[in-house]
């Protein structure tokens, strides 16, 4: 017995620094990311007075802006992130199974989407497919035209567009992971057995990529309701997102409270993805 | 005609004659495959009869599975044909070639119930509902895993995902079953097992045409019908199983399929009328089934370890001496190797005298000229 506590003492007293090493790192994040929230969250429900500012919230809830805001930024997401699934879909089919040189550069070459800034996307979309691009000039000068034919741009479209290029990235790269892990055995042995390509790619190679799918889908809902470059430097009107509103609100018309509820509904939509895509990838084993 | 079940103890209504005979041989007219310069597959000549089963064995990179795989579809022939009955497959994609494949790390859908994962080719080639539900469950049955339609398949051993993986690909009643090495992933017993079942369900389908890679001998000789040797993406060898096994035309061949003891010989007497030539190893003069050979030709005595006995009988006329060197007890069997004059011969014996004489002694050694025969010296392939 005595022997026991005489082992048990000092282990008790061992664990003490261990737990103080929690502190610096959490006062860290306390100090750099949960205080301005807390801020935000604090602007958002209380007055100056720091009285709850109920009817306030339930105003900017109800307003035509923010409603307008909240469903473009929803539709984008979500048509964007589709696209971002077929077309990853399509080129990591394509750049594993359909063997061409180059391929391994080609998948590269998409993988440096990732590193480059959101935004620059869009600058090539306006030098390519803008009024004055080089597919309207091309085409304006081909056909006579008087005006520019190609007006997709400035437009819902032209996000998700931009949103497509810039985000497909994060679909392949776990795609293609996933797709080169599919027993090779298994797509011979469908085929041997009469499957075509369509049914193996539905019924052998889908079922196996269900995973990444979730997973890369997940993020890029995620970063897509939170994008902010791309839609600001489109500049599409009338196409107004939840960032959009918050920087309009704040930066430009000082409505520092109307900003920071939409902000905390904007978290908590962003927070609500986030918990999505953590327990479906949790159930998939992601 | 129904097929007894893998087990045993079901019986099936899988039709044999639905998968068998006409239209089920498969015919390589001087197939030649090659990855750029590299030719992985010479010339090859090779027919598969209705309803045999031939084993290509050979060691790895010898172009075995390159020949399956240009028969299933997977590898495309840079000259030659493959004929599937009456009809070239050459240039026929995998899933219009009406085959059957098992390989060796099962291949099933991990995602799908054993039930779906048979059904599957079926699905695939538009058959209805009934007629997938009724297939399904004869192939099952026939491979013993009636029982285990509702699981999946990581619920399963390895012998058991296997005989899934056979009840699938028997399920769409292929023309011909391609098996590329199906065993090698089980453990030892569970593979003589399936050996036997594989036999078994063979003769319970005797139309069915298959074609088995493998590198292990012991499957091939028990299953086969006929045996092609592969080496170096060439067939050195081709012939019915146990005329190959006794009468092996070339060392590679004798070596590879079974152990055998190469004894270098001068032919003494050409082959009479009886088929055997008198040879001489040293002092020994040497009874044994010859082939062309010419007195005078220096060949090589082929004798297999469990035809050579330490006893001497009215059959074992053929005698030579040789220094034991070491003993092997292995249970069922005892090893023994011995010199002579310079040639390690093992001898595989299930009976020996009471006193073991010690390693370093004279022993005598005696063989049947009927276990024996001779093959060309310099005829390695």
């Known amino acids: 017995m005595s022997e026991a506590l005489a082992i048990g003492a000092p282990t008790a007293r061992k664990r003490e620094p261990g737990r103080l090493r929690i502190v610096p790192p959490a006062a860290l994040l306390a100090l750099l990311f949960f205080y301005p929230l807390a801020l935000i969250v604090r602007q958002a429900f209380l007055d100056d007075s720091g009285v709850a500012n109920v009817p306030e919230i339930v105003r900017v809830l109800h307003s035509r802006f923010f409603l307008n805001a909240l469903i473009n930024t929803v539709t984008i997401s979500v048509t964007a992130t589709a696209g971002c699934l077929i077309v990853g879909l399509l080129l990591a089919l394509i750049l594993a199974f359909v063997p061409f040189p180059g391929s391994g550069f080609i998948a590269r070459l998409i993988d440096t989407f990732i590193a480059l800034p959101t935004f620059l996307v869009t600058l090539a979309f306006t030098f390519l497919y803008g009024s004055a691009g080089m597919l309207n000039s091309g085409l304006m000068e081909a056909f006579s035209l008087p005006l520019p034919p190609v007006d997709f741009l400035y437009s819902t479209w032209g996000v998700v567009l931009a949103e497509v290029t810039v985000y497909t990235p994060f679909i392949l790269r776990p795609l293609l992971a996933a797709i080169s892990l599919v027993d090779r055995g298994q797509i011979e042995a469908a085929s041997v057995l009469g499957a075509r390509p369509f049914r193996i790619v539905r019924q052998v190679i889908l079922p196996a990529a269900v995973p990444a799918l979730v997973a890369g889908g997940s993020l890029c809902l995620l970063l897509t309701v939170n994008e902010f470059g791309i839609v600001l430097f489109i500049g599409a009107k009338g196409v107004i997102t939840l960032p959009l509103l918050i920087y309009g609100k704040a930066i430009q018309e000082s409505a520092y409270q109307v900003a920071c509820i939409i902000a905390v509904v904007n978290i908590a939509l962003s927070l609500g993805l986030f918990g999505l895509y953590r327990f479906a990838a949790g159930r998939l084993g992601v | ?381």
């Open chain 2, 1 to 381: 005609m129904s097929a007894a079940a893998f087990t045993g103890s079901e019986v099936t209504d899988i039709d044999a004659a639905k998968v068998r005979g006409a239209g089920s041989n498969v015919h390589f007219d001087k197939v030649v495959v090659a990855y750029g310069a590299h030719v992985v597959l010479h010339p090859l000549t090779l027919d598969i009869a209705p309803g045999e089963i031939l084993a290509m064995i050979g060691p790895s990179g010898s172009g075995k599975t390159t020949a399956l795989r240009a028969v299933a579809g997977f590898v495309r022939p840079r000259s030659g044909r493959i004929r599937i009955g009456a009809t070239d497959v050459t240039d026929l994609p995998p899933y219009e070639r009406g085959l059957g494949m098992v390989v060796q790390n099962y291949a099933l859908f991990p995602h799908m119930r054993v039930e779906d994962n048979v059904a599957f080719g079926l699905r695939a080639q538009g058959a209805d509902k009934a007629l997938i539900g009724e297939r399904v469950k004869d192939a099952l049955a026939t491979v013993g895993m009636a029982t285990f339609a509702r699981r999946y398949p990581r619920e399963l051993s390895g012998g058991q995902q296997q005989r899934v993986a056979i009840a699938r690909a028997l399920a769409v009643r292929p023309r011909v079953l391609l098996l590329d090495e199906p065993l090698s992933a089980l453990d030892a017993q569970i593979r003589r097992n399936m050996v036997e079942e594989i036999a078994r369900l063979h003769r319970s389908l005797p139309g069915l045409t298959i074609l088995y890679v493998t590198h292990d001998q012991t499957e091939a000789l028990t299953l086969a019908d006929k045996i092609a040797i592969m080496r170096d993406g060439r067939v050195c060898s081709h012939g019915p199983t146990t005329e190959l096994y006794r009468r092996p035309p070339n060392r590679f061949t004798a070596e590879f399929l079974g152990r055998a003891n190469l004894l270098p010989v001068t032919v003494a007497e050409a082959a009479g009328p009886k088929g055997f030539a008198t040879a001489r190893h040293g002092d020994a003069v040497l009874t044994s089934a010859g082939r062309d050979e010419k007195a005078g030709d220096k060949s090589l005595l082929c004798i297999r370890p469990q035809h050579l006995s330490l006893t001497a009988d009215s059959e074992h006329t053929n005698r030579i001496v040789g220094t034991l060197r070491e003993v092997h007890w292995q249970g069922e069997l005892t090893h023994l190797v011995l010199d002579v004059d310079g040639t390690p011969v093992r001898v595989s014996a299930t009976k020996l005298p009471m006193a073991l004489p010690e390693p370093g002694t004279k022993v005598p050694l005696f063989f049947a000229p009927a276990d024996t025969s001779l093959l060309p010296e310099d005829a390695g392939v």
